[in-house]
């Protein structure tokens, strides 16, 4: 089993950037993409951005293209996500994604962490 510890969320004004973290209690180079999605209050989580696990591809939802950039860290076990410019839309509690390789099983998620855009 795997256990992810998600860090960097919290309270930011709008224009402002916060940076998120999920750490995996093991190495992550089984995982065929990582990503991160976000649930506002009253909403249904939705997808934010994910990377394979070569690198590239990377995609990202439309709203978050230019401001949000998603990376990973092998060595480290761990995926980030850059968020620049943040508005008040991007408020809700973000959650980090792991896709084992076809075969392997269902997805993995972490616990969540709120980001709170606010004046």
């Known amino acids: 089993q795997v256990q992810f510890v998600e860090s960097g969320g919290g309270l930011v004004q709008p224009g402002g950037s916060l940076t998120l973290s999920c750490a995996a209690s093991?190495?992550?180079?089984?995982?065929?993409?990582m990503g991160w999605y976000r649930q506002a209050p009253g909403k249904q989580r939705e997808f934010v951005a994910q990377?394979?696990?070569?690198?590239?591809?990377?995609n990202y939802r439309n709203s978050v293209k230019g401001r949000f950039t998603i990376s990973r860290d092998y060595a480290k076990n761990t995926v980030f996500l850059q968020m620049n410019s943040l508005k008040f839309e991007d408020t809700g509690v973000y959650y980090c994604?792991?896709?084992?390789?076809?075969?392997?099983?269902?997805?993995?998620w972490g616990q969540g962490i709120q980001v709170t855009v606010s004046s």
């Open positions: 994604n792991f896709r084992p390789v076809p075969g392997g099983g269902s997805d993995y």
């Open positions: 093991r190495s992550i180079l089984s995982f065929s993409a």
């Open positions: 990377i394979s696990s070569g690198g590239t591809p990377t």
